[in-house]
């Protein structure tokens, strides 16, 4: 027990925010009566949080680096603006559609990384103008009014599911979606457990490793199973953790990863090590650009249409979601998996509070208090560990 | 009522660990220039920083009077109400406020918190002339060249009615013309009965301006010379600055000195701030592979700004020159260049420029050599944690394990994670800068002999240090800069304090004297 409490004290900061989201969810499943966790709802709280979660992760690399961008919102709305001309005006295929519009949030990040990158001013100020200056762009091309409908295979993006075997009532593909994604989180665990224990690493203890593994393959398969009453696996949640994963290796991996952290912990010591810091920065906003696209996209999927208002407040919902996931203001520290559950403490609140039928003016302002709570709750815990005297 | 208007008696000043100043006493007569000469760290500022109340009563053991009263400051503004101000080597000054409101800054002409303008330009105007300063007192101070901003400064200081006026390096920064202006000043004010504490390196203009001088060695008095008789120059000064024993702090190497491997030419650098500051001026000078070179020289002498232009050009602008790595002409425009060149620079102040403290050994250590130890983009980790290991073994690096956050270690095995992440990307060329500021005697001993290791290689080793023993001790030929410029090169058989702190003071720009 004692071994249990200083693990839990020492991972604090690791577990705080997934221990926070579990507490949210049973409070939520409590107070709606069970309705939180029924199947059609868990599929529509993917589904409704796709666009922050895909934008959280863009945002959470700019927090690293020591950034910000407040322009999110707007580059999604002008992205599907220009999607819904493409494809409902000008009649392009969906497929060249989407290319183009990701080359359209990848020019608008490569904009604004230039200014923030080589001519150094502020992402606050360059996000800000980027913020009203698309949120402009998409009123004019969008003439103030509505472009819908989109075509159906472009529709497919947020509403879609992936199609099951046979027609039976429980879908087979998410029930065994679930269980590769179980083997494959064990094997992946036991091999970094090996390696930890062969470099003298500490690791937890034999029986708390198992009871670790247990309850998150049944989370896991809780949740495909969940989905596979409903309606199975949504094509949203496939791309989502495609992101997930190939941008938690990027951070973890790669060099360039290890680049934007360097980055975003010391500047100037990066710089004198060789990173080259500038372009690190230009192309994490072209990354926050195409990401912005992406949760564009989703966004005129599922609401099949392109509207001038549309991403209002995105880019809030986004920088709160990567706060809350354990990002520091100060840059250098933060992890995708952070933010995705940050975006999810959210997401889960939002829900929740809706299926309560408690008021906008609340919910926000509940929202609120929540983020700081987070924040503050951060600041706690680094104060605790000085490293500069 | 003394003669002195200022005592200070029997001060000691303790840093956790450190003894900064050990009964330390200071006596200036009314209307004096006195002079405070010392190495750097010998204790000048500390003493001084308890003077102003920077370190208020309570921190400090001893006893202060000020014409003849003691006194127990609590914070700069109590000692700024006797008319004690100091003026600090960097200025104080908000370059977007005009000289005026920089002038009464803190001490603003107004009733009721409403600036009284008429007054604030008037006053300004009258303190002006007195330090012989023709600006427009609506100037903006970032207007005015730096030579006229020390003298928005003294004026300042005689705003808040001076007694003692004590000067930190106030020409450090100035050009010869300036500097002489400020002299005259000094002078000047003396004939009204101002008195003044001068802190210096350029020990010509100590000698012609002070009436006495009080050196401090190793947080002591050593000394307090009288500059009446006109027996005392500037080698007798050297030799109470430096005289001290030199144990055996240095481990035993045999240097094995090969091919010059690094050439700099006529290497000259401009301020990054101020284009028409030369900060650089003509460097030359050359390395060979196993040896390891020194450059010696006071704060502001250029020498980390010599090292970090060379370092892809990280500082300075307008850099002109020439690099050539064994025999064949270089370009380090970029600190990439730099390092794919065999280039590693250690900088001085590891805590802000060197570590990312958030990040563990094993990433700081990784940080520049990445790429090999990359297939293709994606890390080893393997390959990553052996590394790591290897040189925490290597280098002794006092840890549980790689994956301490360096900024919960000591200066001493921070250090060696500095150190392993340049021997890790593998140079020809170690540029390292005040390698052992900040640490134990045990650890300097450790990480000298890296040092040694690194030289025996066949690596070319510069070392700059503020340290002389350090130098004297470990390196087999040294440079001397003072102002910008190379003004003496010494072997290791004829190096000694004297020698280095004469070429440290000398202005102008001779070569390859001997010793006098």
């Known amino acids: 027990m004692e071994t249990l409490v200083k693990m839990f004290k020492n991972n604090i900061r690791q577990y705080g925010m997934i221990i926070a989201l579990v507490v949210i969810m049973i409070l939520f499943e409590i107070i709606t009566g069970g309705l939180l966790l029924k199947p059609i709802n868990i599929t529509n709280l993917i589904l409704q949080n796709s666009y922050i979660l895909v934008l959280a992760i863009g945002m959470v690399l700019v927090i690293i680096t020591g950034h910000i961008d407040l322009s999110v919102g707007s580059i999604a ?52 103008a980027g913020m009203l200056l698309f949120r402009g762009l998409t009123m004019i091309v969008l003439k103030g009014q509505s472009i819908a409908p989109f075509p159906n295979g472009f529709q497919k993006i947020s509403s879609g599911f992936i199609p099951d ?62 989905l596979a009453i409903y309606a199975g696996l949504p094509n949203i949640l496939i791309l989502l953790l495609v992101l997930i994963i190939i941008y938690s290796f990027v951070m973890n991996k790669t060099v360039m990863g290890r680049h934007i952290y360097a980055l975003g912990g010391n500047e100037k010591a990066a710089d004198l090590s060789g990173v080259k810091t500038k372009k690190v920065t230009f192309w994490v906003f072209v990354n926050m650009g195409v990401l912005a696209a992406i949760s564009g996209l989703i966004f005129a999927a599922r609401l099949n249409a ?72 951060d600041i706690y815990n680094k104060k605790k560990v000085t490293f500069l005297k | ?35 405070l000469c010392g190495e750097n760290g010998a204790g000048k500022s500390t003493l001084m920083k308890v003077l102003s109340g920077v370190y208020p009563h309570g921190t400090y053991d001893g006893e202060i009077l000020f014409k003849g009263k003691t006194c127990e400051f609590k914070n700069i503004k109590h000692s700024e109400e006797l008319g004690i101000v100091i003026i600090h080597q960097e200025l104080a000054l908000i370059p977007y406020l005009s000289i005026a409101e920089n002038i009464f800054l803190g001490n603003e002409r107004s009733s009721r918190g409403i600036m009284n303008w008429n007054e604030t330009i008037t006053g ?5 002339d007195k330090v012989g300063l023709k600006e427009n007192p609506n100037t903006p101070v970032g207007n005015i060249g730096v030579g006229k901003q020390q003298l928005v400064e003294i004026a300042k200081a005689l705003s808040k009615k001076v007694k003692l006026l004590i000067l930190d390096e106030p020409t450090a920064a100035l050009n010869e013309d300036d500097s002489e202006n400020l002299l005259q000043l000094m002078l000047e004010f003396k004939r009204q009965g101002i008195s003044c504490i001068l802190i210096s390196h350029k020990l010509n203009e100590v000698s012609k301006v002070s009436d006495s001088i009080t050196i401090l060695r190793d947080g002591q008095t050593i000394e307090t010379l009288d500059m009446k ?31 010059t491997i690094l050439e700099v030419k006529d290497w000259t650098v401009y301020d990054e701030q101020r284009s028409d500051r030369k900060m650089l001026d003509q460097v030359n000078l050359h390395i060979r592979r196993g040896e390891i070179v020194g450059i010696a020289g006071l704060m502001g002498a250029g020498r980390t700004e010599l090292a970090m232009s060379i370092f892809g050009k990280a500082y300075g602008r307008n850099i002109s020159g020439t690099l050539i790595k064994d025999g064949k002409p270089i370009q380090n425009n970029t600190i990439t260049q730099a390092i794919d060149n065999g280039f590693a620079y250690v900088t001085e102040d590891r805590k802000h420029y060197g570590l990312i403290l958030i990040d563990d050994i094993k990433r700081n250590i990784s940080l520049t050599g990445l790429p090999k130890l990359a297939k293709g983009t994606v890390i080893d980790d393997k390959q990553e944690v052996l590394v790591a290991e290897e040189m925490r073994q290597k280098l002794k690096i006092k840890t549980p394990n790689i994956l301490q956050k360096t900024g919960n270690l000591s200066g001493g095995n921070q250090q060696k994670v500095v150190l392993s992440k340049w021997i890790f990307s593998e140079p020809d060329i170690l540029i390292l800068d005040e390698p052992t500021r900040g640490i134990d005697v045990g650890a300097k001993y450790e990480i000298y002999t890296i040092i040694n290791q690194l030289a025996d290689e066949g690596k070319g080793v510069l070392v700059i240090s503020s340290e002389l023993p350090e130098i004297l001790g470990i390196c087999d030929r040294i440079y001397v800069m003072n102002a910008g410029r190379i003004t003496g090169e010494v072997s290791r058989e004829e190096a000694s304090q004297e020698t280095l702190m004469r070429y440290m003071t000398k202005t102008g720009g001779a070569k390859h004297g001997n010793v006098g």
């Open chain 1, 77 to 128: 709305a002008f992205v599907g603006a220009v999607a819904a001309i493409m494809m409902v005006d000008l009649h392009w295929h969906p497929v060249v559609a989407v290319i183009a519009s990701l080359v359209v949030g990848a020019l608008i990040g490569a904009w604004q990384g230039f200014w923030v990158a080589y001519v150094k001013i502020p992402a606050f100020i360059v996000t800000l």
């Open chain 1, 165 to 226: 075997f046979g027609s039976a009532g429980t879908n087979i593909v998410a029930v065994l979606a679930g269980i590769l994604f179980t083997v494959i989180y064990i094997v992946n665990e036991l091999r970094d457990r090996r390696a930890q224990k062969k470099y003298n690493f500490e690791v937890v203890s034999g029986g708390l490793f198992i009871l670790k593994l247990v309850v998150i393959a049944a989370i896991i398969n809780a949740f495909t199973f969940m």
């Open chain 1, 306 to 377: 392109a509207t001038p208002r549309a991403g209002t407040n995105f880019e809030l919902d986004a920088i709160a979601a990567s706060f809350i996931g354990g990002a520091s203001a100060t840059g250098g520290i933060g992890t995708v998996f952070g933010a995705i559950i940050g975006g999810l403490v959210m997401g889960v609140l939002n829900n929740g509070m809706s299926l309560i039928g408690l008021g906008v003016d609340w919910q926000q302002g509940i929202k609120g208090l929540v983020l700081l709570a987070a924040v503050a709750f």
């Open chain 2, 1 to 35: 009522m003394s003669e002195y208007i200022l005592e200070m008696r029997n001060i000691t000043k303790e840093f956790p660990g450190v003894k900064a100043l050990s009964n330390v006493n200071l006596k200036i007569r009314e209307g004096e220039i006195h002079s």
């Open chain 2, 124 to 128: 300004a105007r009258e303190l002006l």
């Open chain 2, 229 to 259: 008789g006109g027996d005392v120059n500037e080698d007798r000064i050297i030799r109470g600055m430096v005289g001290r024993d030199l144990t055996n702090r240095y481990p035993e190497r045999t240097p094995k000195i090969g091919d």
